[in-house]
């Protein structure tokens, strides 16, 4: 092969001429060349096209992955917080055995118990020696048993219902109400008395007086709404009184109270 530039001869396979540098390739296989170029610039294309498609598909994914993440998280959330809100709710208003006092029809005034009464007892046991009669003590209460437990309460006052675990009074010359009884119950006095704390207002007042009782006071609707609770040994003894906000006897009404949490905080 013969160099066309300069007519130096050269070898089959030279690619240039060595004298001129001018190239000898033949035009064919310059076309073959142009080829591979193409086909290799379009194979970059391609691959540079299909990894930024699956980095698409990647990013895809991944924001799916997170909402589903944050979506589930939220709906957890939700159901905690329901039933958080549910728990307080449930707490914050159970009456915890409470039960609640009926109205009953306006009766004419009555004698108080005299040292002859029937006997007033909650929780005797067949077998147990026969309960002493309700008395009248030196300070003008009328003191009667309930499980045990010596309780006290205004003469004024007389039993309207009774039942095996609760006893009912009401005031002959007022508005005032006593509901007094036993259940069982194993829990402290603080938490007892957090099951009433959603019946009075938040400016009530809230007591317990070691392991042994406690008691809540304040505004319930119209009422004035106090509870006083003595626990020992898996049973309470409680009693509740009641009296109008706007009630005359408002100041003799607060002194039975004392006295009464006085006497039955006496073990």
């Known amino acids: 092969m013969y160099c066309k ?58 924001r799916r992955r997170r909402l589903v993440f944050f979506l589930v998280l939220g709906v957890i959330l939700l159901g905690v917080i329901s039933a958080v809100v549910m728990y307080i709710n449930i707490v914050k208003h159970s009456t915890f055995n409470h039960q609640p006092i009926e109205e009953a ?23 147990d020696q026969e309960p002493a009669a309700p008395s009248v003590n030196k300070d003008g209460y009328i003191v009667s048993d309930i499980k045990g437990k010596s309780f006290a309460y205004p003469g004024s006052f007389a ?21 007094a009884g036993s259940v069982v119950n194993s829990e402290t006095p603080k938490a007892t008395m957090m099951h009433y704390q959603g019946i009075v207002s938040e400016d009530g007042t809230r ?40 009630s005359d006897k408002k100041a003799e009404y607060e002194a039975d109270i004392a006295y009464m949490d006085s006497h039955l905080n006496k073990d």
């Open 105 to 127: 029809p306006v009766i004419t005034d009555s004698p108080a118990p005299t040292e002859s009464a029937t006997a007033i007892v909650i929780g005797g046991n067949p077998g």
């Open 207 to 246: 007591v317990t007086d070691g392991d042994t009782s406690y008691y809540i006071t304040g505004q319930s609707g119209s009422d004035i709404y106090h509870r006083f609770g003595y626990i020992k040994d898996g049973i309470e003894t409680y009693y509740e009184f009641i009296y109008p906000l706007v």
């Open 5 to 62: 530039n300069c007519g130096k001869k050269l070898p089959d396979d030279a690619r240039f001429c060595d004298r001129c540098n001018v190239s000898v390739r033949k035009k064919s296989d310059k076309m073959n060349l142009i080829g591979e170029l193409k086909e290799e610039r379009l194979a970059r294309r391609k691959a540079k096209a299909i990894e930024e498609r699956l980095k698409k598909i990647k990013k895809i994914k991944s």
């Open 159 to 179: 039993l309207k219902t009774e039942n095996e675990n609760t006893l009912v009074f009401e005031d002959t010359k007022g508005d005032a109400r006593i509901t």
